[in-house]
């Protein structure tokens, strides 16, 4: 009886020590006891995981991923800020819930209420950053984790404004300021910057057209630069197809309205979002946005609105 015991423990401890660790060969070296992580105890160690898409590796791409700017998982349902109007407000923070994920030995399987299933592979690289990895694509994206009380909300908001402008089918003109040399962008009552282009619209249509009737006027191509020593000032030109350039420095006042200064004639504009984009779950919207890589140039120039 004393050597079946024995014998069973023996047994028993070879279990427990092959479900806690893994072998992996590199190269045809054979490394022992290398510890596997606790795929769900990393995924919920962080109440936000920012997608830096920015250090995204590979062509292919995980959608609901490519959409998001933070991720969270949370006792089995996943959620997602695919918006940055509302950002740290909608869902208490989280964003809305977009599907349900399971963790499993080194990866997890996430079931999208959109995209579908998916099983990818996780990896830690360390305290803070994630990779996940699709095998069928080759391609990682990196989470770097956060909880809602010190992410820096204002940071990614302004280091993605040209996703802002997006999120509204026009922008109104709400406010001119009396002070200001008479120019030609006062006559311009609506902008429209469309969605994963650098293109954008404007209207001389009166105040309060409906959307749906407006007609465009002019197009071109616009772009948001950094502001060199200056972290709280973006700076945006408007370069209209063959009638020159205006230029803006851009504030933003709140998740509806933006100011632009026109340090020219030194007038300054209130803009208003109309048909705000909510992209939730479904729909062309959500289709037709995605987030890609982009580092905003930077301006040698001094702020000038006082």
């Not at 054979?30 to 795929?39: A, H, L």
């Not at 996703?163 to 003109?173: G, I, R, S």
């Not at 945006?236 to 026109?262: A, C, K, P, Q, R």
Request: proline fraction near 1%; aromatic fraction near 14%.
């Amino acid at each position: 009886m004393g050597k079946i015991k024995l014998l069973f423990g023996i047994i028993m401890i070879a279990i427990l020590t092959t479900s806690c660790y893994t072998d992996v060969i590199i190269e045809d070296e054979y490394i022992e006891n290398v510890p596997s992580i606790n795929v769900n105890a990393v995924l919920q160690s962080h109440e936000l995981w920012y997608v830096d898409i920015n250090a995204t590796k590979g062509s292919g791409e995980i959608p609901f991923l490519q959409r998001a700017f933070t991720v969270s998982f949370d006792r089995g349902t996943m959620y997602a800020n695919n918006n940055i109007v509302g950002i740290g407000k909608t869902g208490n923070g989280f964003g809305i819930d977009v599907g349900v994920f399971s963790p499993l030995r080194e990866a997890v399987q996430i079931d999208h209420d959109i995209d579908g299933s998916w099983i990818l592979d996780i990896y830690l690289v360390n305290n803070r950053t994630i990779e996940i990895y699709d095998a069928d694509s080759d391609t990682s994206y990196f989470l770097k984790g956060y909880s809602r009380d010190n992410f820096d909300y204002d940071s990614l908001f302004y280091d993605n404004l040209h996703y802002f402008l997006e999120e509204y089918d026009a922008w109104e003109k709400t406010y001119t300021s009396e002070a200001g040399a008479v120019n030609d962008f006062d006559a311009e009552n609506f902008l429209q910057f469309l969605i994963n282009d650098s293109v954008f619209r404007s209207s001389i249509d009166n105040n309060g057209t409906k959307l749906s009737n407006l007609e465009w006027d002019y197009e071109g191509v616009y772009e948001i630069f950094n502001v060199a020593n200056d972290n709280s000032l973006k700076t945006l030109t408007l370069d209209y197809d063959f009638l020159g350039n205006d230029y803006f420095e851009l504030y933003v006042i709140n998740d509806s309205t933006i100011e632009l200064y026109h340090p020219n004639s030194e007038t300054t504009y209130e803009f208003t979002g109309r048909g705000y984009r909510a992209y939730l779950k479904s729909g062309k919207a959500t289709e037709g946005k995605k987030r890609k890589k982009m580092v905003h140039k930077t301006m040698n120039v001094v702020r000038k609105k006082k």
